[in-house]
């Protein structure tokens, strides 16, 4: 206890030590918490010095120094709220200075829940900051790094510190959460510890040098103070506080360099780019950077040839001198048998994507690429119109990694007869120069919250967080949008309502596919919408432009191709679901369960159990005693004549594959043309659902389970004709 300077200042009252001892005793006993509460407002009000009594305490127990709440913190937190209610006992002068000085002296001990109350109480932020200043500069040379680090924090120090000094031993410790908090509040700090990181970034800086400095420092690891780690925590940096990249020109270089690698695997491993992506993708990349253009031509000599190395030096307008021996001679050889070499590619290409890729089924004439706002008004009048389906779809440039959200650079507008292309970048750029930014936002807004227009997407969530993070008047448009249908939920239940989906277990497109594959050869697997526009409409859509770079202006004619296909190919997976639902596995009343609502919900029926079967009147036959007087004798396929009505033409598809004569209604037929087909062929009507009841009397009619129509699509047709003759045909005449 530390009490020989102060026992003179301190008039005769209550003994804090006693006071302390009453308190322990009750802290033993838990269940006296309000007892002890009020014995500690007792004795702070008998106490001559309340403030230089709890520094008594404190400093002769030990309890407090351990993590959670103790005796100590229990104290000093009823003290902190006592003198709110008795500001009278606040010291100051020589007095405060000299409390000050003792509680500098327990701060370096004490958990961090017991800083705030003890700097409140005694009025730290007051105290003469060239001596905080001396004090924590001790903690740091006693090695207390990061105790001198949380101190500055709470007394706000850190403009007057050096950052560096301060941060290295706390990331040698992996404390990179501290450092984060260390400059968290300054700015400046912000931009001096990321230039710090960057400069340890260098190519040819050693690391240990700094390592080196601190080879006895508690806690260290080595293993994790390196480029990687130091690259990672200045992108956390830049995006967390929002610091210009271009301040961290090393970390930068490497992060480009790593795309450039990422690049090479992707065109020359995987093969999964186009040369014209690629080629964008690097050049962005690459810049006017020297040091990246140098890299860049060492990667072709490994990956391609001198000769390619040459074309992009010649592109890049390297000097000779930087150019590796041999490159310089075939800059000349190069130019003219490239071109002829690339216009056959491209012959062959387009002929390829003909036969092979879901192709745009209107006239190039009808894609609209729109620039000003004058432009985009023929696009809404036709667009916001009641009853109206529109596709909708957005580009951006792909991140690679880089810090922040990506900008929309297209928002695509399909029609039945037209596709609309809206250049937001440029649109942004009018909007900004002519006074009217409020404009394009309205009509976005207008468009998605109309529930009389049917807006179809395929994981619209994210492209609507995209287009938010574009423009920031757009952020509430997923909120209050209306009338949406999201095909990758549509897709989900797809693959959901039928085992063999993915394997294409529909006869019509698993001899094309097969096909189709065994003419291009190895292709990456198709995935996303891309593999639903092949089950629907037999072919998948070309991706090759999807890592395209979309701000870049003006567009190639592939870019555009490829971006109103990727909106027009919704209204066409849109229509053929809905027109025939059932060859899909999904209920009848396709359109009602979809529009608005986040997932497709078929109605839903009693669960049958293996030995009911459902009589039309919804009764059910059990296959125990009444089995007999259920159940007739099966009967073959041949001697089962049916007429389907057209909700069933993916059962009739089946039948017929088993030999039963089947004759289906066509999609605009009415339901009561199978009643006539059925008197006057005697066939056996199979239908389902609301047309049950509505077909006329006189033949018989064959209602369908849900469970029963949905099983053909699941390999089990074989059911269906004795179905209908054991327990589910219903005789009208």
Known sequence: MNQDSDSSDQPTGQDPLLLLKTLQLLWTKKEMKKQLKEEIRRGFAGLEDPLAGLLDMLESSSDWKGKGHSLGYYITTELQLWIKEHPAVQQSGIKLKKLQARVLRILAQCPANLLDPLISIYQLHTADRNYLLGHVSHLYHKGDYKEAAILSIKLKLQPDQDVEKMCTPLLLQDKTNLVE??????????????????????????????????????????????????????FRLLDRFNVDPALCPNVINQRHLRTLNYLFYKRFVEKTMTQENWTDHVQSTVGENRWLQGHLIQLLISYCDLKTAARWAQRCNLPKEMLPYGVADELQKLQIQERVEEATKADNYEESKKKDYYQLPIPRANIHFLQTWEETLQCWEKVLRPGQVVGIDMEWRPSFGMVGKPRVSLLQIALNDEVFLLDLPRLLEHAETEGGKEKLPHFIQMLYSDAAITKLGYGMSGDLSSLAATWPALKDTDKQAQGVVDLLTVDKQLQKSSIDWKKGSRKVDVLSLEQSNEDRGFRQPEKGLSLLVQHVLGKPLDKTEQLSNWEKRPLREEQILYAASDAYCLLEIYEKLCKDPASFGLSSDLTASLVGKSSIKPTAKKQLNKQEVLSPSGQQCKGSKKETSCRPAPISPKEFSVVCDNMLQGLGRYLRCLGVDVQMLENEDDHRKAAEIARQEGRVILTSGLPYQTIPQGGSTAFVPAWLSRASSRGMPRTVPAAASQGAVRSLG
């Open 181 to 234: 908090d260390y400059v968290g509040e300054y700015p400046e700090l912000q931009s001096k510890l990321l230039q710090i990181l960057d400069t340890w970034c260098e190519p040819g800086f050693n690391i240990r040098d700094i390592t080196r400095q601190y080879q006895g420092l508690s806690r260290y690891k080595p293993d994790k103070f390196n480029r990687k780690m130091l690259s990672k925590l200045v």
